[in-house]
C-alpha cells in the first residue's frame, strides 16, 4: 500500500510546485487552488480506503493466496488510512513552492517521532492489530500538525472552515469499523474467479462513472 502512496508523491510534488511558485506573494490564490485539490483527493482516498476495506479478503486472496487471509484484518485498518496519507502526500511539493522548506523540515522530525513512537509502543504490546491503530492514529497527528504549521506559518490565514470539511472527508473512512464485518468467511469459499468478479462489480461501475463525469463536464465546458 505504500508503494503507490510514494509513487503519487512522486508524481505531484514536481506537478504542484511551478504552478503553487507562480502565485506564491498571494497564498489566498493558493491557499484555495490547494484545497480544491486536497478534497478531490480526500474523495478519491474514501473510494480506494472503503474499497480496500470491504473487499481486504479478495485483495489478499488475489495478491498473496489464501495463506495469508490473517493479513487481511491488517489491511483493513491500514486502508483507513489512505485518504490521510494522500491529502498528506500532497503538502510536500506545497511548502517546497511556498518557500516554507524550515517548516517542512520541523514537520518532518515531528512526523518521524510520532510514527516511530507509534511502531515502539505496537512492538511494545505485541500485537499486529494493536501497531497498525498505532500507525493509523500516528498518520492522522501527522495531518493535524501538518495543516496546523501549514495554516499558521504558511498561509497565515485563520480560515478553519476549509481545514474542518477537509477532515471529515479525510476522517469520513472511519466510520467503516462500525459496519464491518464480524465473522470470518471460510478460506473455502474464495476463488480467483468469485474474488475477481466481486471486485469488478465495484470498480468497474466506479471508473464508467468517473469516465461518464469527465466527458460531460468536457461537454459542458465546451459551450
Given at each position: 500500500?505504500?508503494?503507490?502512496?510514494?509513487l503519487?508523491?512522486?508524481?505531484?510534488?514536481?506537478?504542484?510546485?511551478p504552478?503553487?511558485?507562480?502565485?506564491?506573494?498571494?497564498?489566498?490564490?493558493?491557499?484555495?487552488a490547494y484545497?480544491?485539490?486536497?478534497?478531490k483527493?480526500?474523495?478519491?482516498?474514501?473510494?480506494?480506503?472503503?474499497i480496500?476495506?470491504?473487499?481486504?479478503?479478495?485483495?489478499?486472496?488475489?495478491?498473496?493466496?489464501?495463506?495469508?487471509?490473517?493479513?487481511?484484518?491488517?489491511?483493513k485498518?491500514?486502508?483507513?488510512?489512505?485518504?490521510v496519507?494522500?491529502?498528506l502526500?500532497?503538502?510536500?511539493?506545497?511548502?517546497?513552492?511556498?518557500?516554507?522548506?524550515?517548516?517542512?523540515?520541523?514537520?518532518?522530525?515531528f512526523s518521524?517521532?510520532?510514527?516511530?513512537?507509534?511502531?515502539?509502543?505496537?512492538?511494545?504490546?505485541?500485537d499486529?492489530?494493536?501497531?497498525?491503530?498505532?500507525?493509523?492514529?500516528?498518520?492522522?497527528?501527522n495531518?493535524?500538525?501538518?495543516?496546523?504549521?501549514?495554516?499558521?506559518?504558511?498561509?497565515?490565514?485563520?480560515?478553519?472552515?476549509?481545514?474542518?470539511?477537509?477532515?471529515f472527508?479525510?476522517?469520513?473512512?472511519?466510520?467503516?469499523?462500525?459496519?464491518?464485518?464480524?465473522?470470518?468467511?471460510?478460506?473455502?469459499?474464495f476463488?480467483?474467479a468469485n474474488?475477481?468478479?466481486?471486485?469488478?462489480?465495484i470498480?468497474?461501475?466506479?471508473?464508467?462513472?468517473?469516465i461518464?463525469?469527465?466527458?460531460?463536464?468536457?461537454?459542458?465546458?465546451?459551450?
Open positions: 500500500m505504500l508503494d503507490p502512496l510514494q503519487y508523491t512522486f508524481a505531484i510534488t514536481p506537478a504542484l510546485q504552478v503553487f511558485t507562480k502565485y506564491k506573494s498571494q497564498p489566498d490564490i493558493v491557499f484555495t484545497y480544491r485539490l486536497a478534497y483527493l480526500a474523495v478519491l482516498g474514501i473510494l480506494t480506503a472503503t480496500m476495506f470491504w473487499y481486504a479478503d479478495d485483495i489478499i486472496f488475489i495478491l498473496f493466496g489464501s495463506m495469508w487471509f490473517a493479513v487481511s484484518e491488517l489491511l485498518i491500514l486502508a483507513l488510512s489512505i485518504p496519507q494522500m491529502v502526500s500532497s503538502t510536500g511539493g506545497l511548502y517546497q513552492a511556498m518557500g516554507a522548506t524550515k517548516q517542512m523540515f520541523y514537520c518532518g522530525i518521524s517521532v510520532v510514527n516511530v513512537s507509534a511502531i515502539i509502543f505496537g512492538v511494545y504490546m505485541g499486529m492489530i494493536v501497531l497498525c491503530i498505532s500507525l493509523v492514529t500516528a498518520f492522522i497527528i495531518y493535524i500538525q501538518c495543516f496546523y504549521v501549514l495554516h499558521r506559518f504558511v498561509f497565515k490565514v485563520k480560515r478553519l472552515k476549509s481545514f474542518i470539511i477537509l477532515s472527508f479525510v476522517l469520513i473512512s472511519l466510520l467503516n469499523l462500525f459496519f464491518g464485518q464480524k465473522e470470518s468467511i471460510p478460506n473455502g469459499s476463488s480467483y474474488s475477481f468478479y466481486s471486485l469488478a462489480n470498480v468497474v461501475p466506479l471508473i464508467l462513472i468517473f461518464f463525469g469527465f466527458i460531460i463536464r468536457k461537454k459542458v465546458g465546451s459551450f
